[in-house]
């Protein structure tokens, strides 16, 4: 059973344009969430985060929204750009656990 | 500084080898993960390290051993490879366990049993 989702499994964006990933999430204890990119023959790098506490986070471009109460969360890229073409990781933190929980990721592709 | 590096990059193995990964950093880093990455499921946790010395299972441990004995190396075991054991491995490392704080990728090793 996951515990964090990302339905879709690619995502094709105009360049300059929106790109909107999403990810739910069914366990309530989770209290930080944090979104990872990751290009080909890499590992991925961590991106952005957001507190549980917070609806909406933002660092430049990117920007992470929070809602608690329907178990999900969203990572708004805005421009896009090609470079940002890479898989996307959305992932949760239980807490005392000390284990992150990933989704299965999404394949953001920007065109020029 | 070279971050976090693991050897090999890529290995083909036989149903019922054995081998070893290597995940080192450089860093200074407490704690250290393993993961493997298969396709639909995400980043998995394998074993992951508060310390050295001390290990832990995560998610899916079976068919796996680690040793945590330098702080700075943390090893990856397959006794007898299986082919459900092909993946890409991911090891990882942060300063402090909390969630929130950055944990830190290597670059991968892709395994195929055959």
């Known amino acids: 059973d996951q515990q964090v989702k990302q339905n879709s499994p690619s995502l094709s964006v105009q360049e300059g344009r929106i790109s909107i990933l999403n990810c739910d999430y069914t366990n309530s204890m989770f209290d930080y969430f944090l979104w990872y990119k990751k290009y080909p023959a890499e590992g991925p790098t961590f991106l952005i985060s957001?507190?549980?506490?917070?609806d909406k986070n933002e660092d430049g471009r990117f920007t992470v929204f929070l809602n608690k109460s329907a178990k999900h969360l969203s990572l708004h890229i805005v421009p896009s750009q090609p470079g940002d073409s890479a898989v996307y990781f959305c992932a949760a933190d239980p807490g005392s656990a000390r284990q992150l929980t990933f989704g299965s990721g999404t394949q953001l592709t920007v065109l020029p | 500084n070279a971050g976090v590096t693991q050897t090999p990059k890529f290995r083909v193995l036989k149903t019922g080898q054995s081998m070893t990964l290597l995940c080192a950093q450089d860093?200074?880093?407490?704690?250290m993960y393993w993961y493997r990455q298969d396709p639909g499921m995400g980043l998995r946790l394998i074993h992951y390290s508060v310390g050295e010395g001390t290990t832990a299972k995560g998610e899916v441990p079976d068919g796996y051993n680690v040793s945590r004995l330098k702080k700075q190396n943390f090893l990856l075991g397959l006794e007898s490879a299986a082919p459900s054991q092909t993946s890409v491995y991911f090891c990882a490392s942060s300063y402090s366990g909390r969630g929130q704080e950055t944990q830190y990728f290597g670059p991968g090793t892709r395994l195929l049993v055959l």
């Open positions: 860093m200074n880093h407490e704690y």
């Open positions: 957001i507190s549980s506490i917070k």
